[in-house]
């Protein structure tokens, strides 16, 4: 750490902070109150500890649990199952969710194309399937015989035909590469000082998402970290704040860390201790600084556009950009 590049801002933990921070964990024992849970970390293995967890407490169910694949986690190791395994391991712990969650409730669950089947398969075995995402990881190792693979599924399912989904908390700013004008005026589109803009409904595919490096503010040395970016998608489009979300996979706690800075409850549970220190200390950073990168004046933006934009802004403090949809 003492010799790290000047401009890396990965998030670490000391031996002091682990001992500090693994004494805000909660512990479970016994059965749960919603309040005992709200905007808590545990550290404890999750079959260990879901029948302990209150009925019908969830709004949004965020899981991103390890891809079918041989991947180490510091201390622990997944180890690749055919594919019969697989699905049978992740039926075990998704069919213990279904009573925590509200009738209400939304939930996602990442995975890459080798288990995307698999969960669309479970998942459809209890929820409604509502659609599948595709987000491009912008990164990933060359092949000299097979296709670059850089992107990941989240598949979208709900527990019911009435669930939250917030249309407008989820467009996306496009430059406007052919704009049209009608009677000499912009039409369904902005011109402002820094280009042309308009605002967008959000698809499936996302290509806006920059993966966390190391001199992003948010980054920390998880192998599979999700953006902030990307969290905060899923739970500004899936939930209301004050709503709770669940994360039972947590790893480095983007979802907690994401949930507190667009006030929404939450509950993270994460086995490793390393990594549920990490959720605390990233918890603990959010009180400073809640802003999410690529996320700005309450809309999404695509990447290499916003910079100059919060130029503009903090230049003039009454500055808000206004678009059309499209």
Not at 22 to 40: C, G, R, Y
Not at 150 to 173: A, H, M, P, Q, R
Request: glycine share 2%.
């Amino acid at each position: 750490m003492s010799n790290r590049a000047p401009y890396n801002r990965t998030i670490f933990l000391t031996e002091n902070e682990i001992d500090k921070y693994s004494k805000k964990f909660l512990k479970v024992s016994k059965h749960l109150s919603i309040n005992e849970i709200t905007n808590k970390t545990i550290c404890q293995n999750l079959f260990d500890i879901i029948d302990f967890l209150p009925d019908k407490f969830v709004d949004l169910l965020f899981i991103d649990p390890p891809y079918n694949m041989n991947k180490k986690f510091n201390s622990l190791k997944f180890e690749e199952m055919n594919r019969e395994e697989y699905f049978q391991w992740v039926d075990s712990w998704l069919s213990k969710m279904i009573r925590l969650l509200k009738p209400t409730a939304s939930i996602y669950i990442c995975c890459d194309y080798r288990s995307s089947s698999v969960i669309e398969n479970v998942g459809s075995k209890y929820f409604n399937v509502r659609n599948r995402i595709t987000w491009e990881r912008e990164k990933g190792r060359g092949s000299n015989k097979n296709w670059k693979n850089n992107s990941e599924d989240i598949w979208f399912f709900t527990v019911g035909n009435d669930y939250t989904f917030n249309i407008d908390s989820v467009k996306l700013i496009k430059k406007v590469i052919a704009p049209y004008r009608e009677n000499g005026k912009p039409k369904d589109w902005k011109e402002t000082n820094e280009g042309k803009f308009r605002l967008t409904y959000p698809s499936n595919i996302w290509t806006d998402i920059t993966v966390p490096f190391w001199s992003m503010p948010e980054n920390t040395n998880h192998p599979t970290q999700k953006p902030e970016k990307l969290l905060a998608k899923i739970i500004l489009a899936s939930s209301n704040e004050n709503d709770f979300v669940f994360d039972p996979f947590a790893g480095s706690g983007t979802t907690s860390v994401v949930a507190k800075k667009l006030n929404r409850k939450f509950l993270s549970i994460e086995i490793d201790e390393y990594y549920a220190c990490l959720i605390e200390k990233r918890l603990e950073l959010a009180d400073f600084d809640n802003s999410i990168q690529g996320y700005y004046n309450k809309v999404f933006w695509e990447r290499n556009t916003l910079s100059e934009i919060k130029k503009m802004s903090s230049s003039n403090n009454n500055y808000q950009i206004k678009l059309i949809d499209d």
